[in-house]
């Protein structure tokens, strides 16, 4: 049986908090919290399944996003239509990234603000991040575009930062001379 997850909003504080490297092994109780997690985006992104269960679309989730403040991040990412790529990384580090900028034409949300924020986030065009997978094996993963922009607001979960933060208030809008919409 299907459960969604509890989401935090974006008002608990814990969404403000720094979360603490993860040591392995992992527990039975992270593994099972990172195949519900797997399994609530993937059906979110689902319309047939998001419609039942009611979920609100999303790509990626950070564990303090369900009150664990551990540094686990979640992206189910759809690279063709209907076929998902998982990934997880514990402990993830983006060692290096794009001079180039890009942010989302249409904005980013987040499946723990329950409302729409306008404006443009900047965000490196490419990331290498490293890390380990649930089984402690060391990790290399090279993003651009949409992706790269995924995995930096989950990371970003992760040092308390919600994407809004990152919203320039005096200018919330770029033109495609300042920075590449996609
Ligand atoms: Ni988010």
Same mark, same amino acid.
């Given at each position: 049986m299907f459960k969604p997850l509890n989401i935090l909003d974006e008002k608990n504080k814990t969404l403000r908090k720094k979360s603490k490297d993860v040591e392995f092994p992992l527990s039975k109780k992270d593994k099972d919290t990172i195949d519900q997690i797997i399994k609530h985006l993937t059906y979110s992104q689902i319309e047939k399944y998001a419609e039942k269960y009611n979920l609100r679309p999303g790509m990626g989730l950070a564990f303090p996003q369900l009150g664990m403040l551990k540094r686990i991040i979640v992206i189910v990412y759809e690279y063709e239509d209907g076929k998902f790529k998982n990934y997880v990384i514990v402990n993830p580090k983006i060692i290096s990234h794009s001079e180039e900028k890009v942010a989302l034409e249409t904005g980013e949300g987040c499946? #723990? &603000?329950?409302? !729409? =924020? !306008?404006?443009? =986030?900047?965000?490196?065009?490419? =990331?290498?991040?490293?890390?380990? @997978?649930?089984?402690?094996? %060391?990790?290399?993963?090279?993003?651009? !575009? @949409?992706? #790269? &922009?995924?995995?930096?607001? !989950? =990371?970003?979960?992760? @040092?308390?930062?919600?994407?809004?933060?990152?919203? @320039? %208030? %005096? %200018?919330?809008?770029?033109?495609?001379?300042?920075?590449?919409?996609?």
């Open positions: 499946l #723990s &603000v329950n409302r !729409e =924020v !306008e404006g443009h =986030v900047p965000r490196y065009a490419r =990331v290498t991040i490293t890390g380990y @997978d649930p089984d402690g094996e %060391k990790i290399t993963i090279r993003a651009r !575009e @949409d992706l #790269s &922009v995924a995995f930096q607001h !989950e =990371v970003d979960h992760l @040092d308390g930062i919600l994407f809004f933060d990152r919203i @320039d %208030k %005096k %200018k919330p809008f770029y033109n495609e001379n300042e920075i590449r919409l996609i």
